[in-house]
């Protein structure tokens, strides 16, 4: 991992006292919402920090120059909405692979695991990945196990949640609560007791049934700052019989409730997010929910939401903005999801490509859009981990004897 990618021609000349920079990213348009960037700026990095931010550093100064000149930089993005390898999860995917490949260096993990197996899945998944694993922990001890646990309101123990949150507290970002099939408020309550133990928030993904209605979750269970996932889907009541959106939507909004896409293989549809970003009600924050099936037809990687919203009317900067800076807020960590000299180099570059395109829905719907974006590499803690068009390497006749192989 400590290897970078693209040494290979500098082996062949003498360390020179110019090159204060490992790695100088030249000429991208960089996007950085929360610092109110969007222009072209040259970006070097130190070990794994970035080390300064300029509209031009020098080329001499770079141990190792890659030119973005074609690209945009943004953060490196946050998909506070993710599934990741664990133990009893057959549906997770692998982080590295699925993470970093889509400019993703900071996944949260959406309640794999509860309090009962958090440090198996910490050990097995968020020590061993590359990608900056955090994680809502499930309200449920055993976490994503499956119908009969999942719907035990007795598995549901807030107090042992907080413990084990407050035991990790730059881990562990909050509670989720998910799939729970009584028609009661156990789930959605006991998740918030255990966020208000241990003064986090709480991820909630959410059915209505009679007696327990989106309404009042949103304006009486769920807090200002709490999380309510998969909110363009079918099952979320955000839109009127004539395609308005609720009265209650704005006034949840106006509270503070957060509204998070969660993609998933059944969360995102046109036919209700079309409308409802139409009139104004665009979501806080984008997600993947990804996993073995949202991945497939829906398409559920993150370049692909971002691109999804980016034909439904957002505009580039919206779309960075809710895949960095309003992720990191949402999890409250500001150290996250900008792009600061001093701050720890994650970045993602990105091409904004034009043609035809068509991205599908979670109901079988299809968005046709003239523009797509497509990660073309990754920055994560100082090192280039993805790199689809070899932009940190030189051509193949000049990568020098085998011996330059690290
Ligand atoms: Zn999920």
New binding site residues.
Partial sequence: MRARLALIALFTCAANAQQIYDLVLKGGHVIDPKNKRNGRLDIAISGNKVAKISPRIPAAQARQLVDVGDYYVSPGLIDI?T?FDAQGAPLNLNPDHNALRNGVTTAVD?GSSGHKNFEEFKRQVIDRSATRILAFLNIVGAGMYGGKVEDDPGEMDAEAAARTVRKYPRIIVGIKT?HFQPPTWDAVDRAVKAAELSKTVVMV?FHPKPGRGYRELVLEHMRPGDIHTHFYGRLTPQLDDQKKVQAYMWEARRRGVLFDV?H?SGSLWFRIAVPAIQQGFVPDTLST?I?KDSIMLPGATMTNVMSKFLAMGLTLDQVIERSTVNPAKAIRRPDLGSIEEGGVADLAVLELRKGQFAFLDSGHGKLTTDKALRCVLTVRDGEVVWDTEGLSLGDWKEAGPYSNFK
């Fill in positions: 909405h599934h959406a998910a993904d969660g998933g929910d996993h």
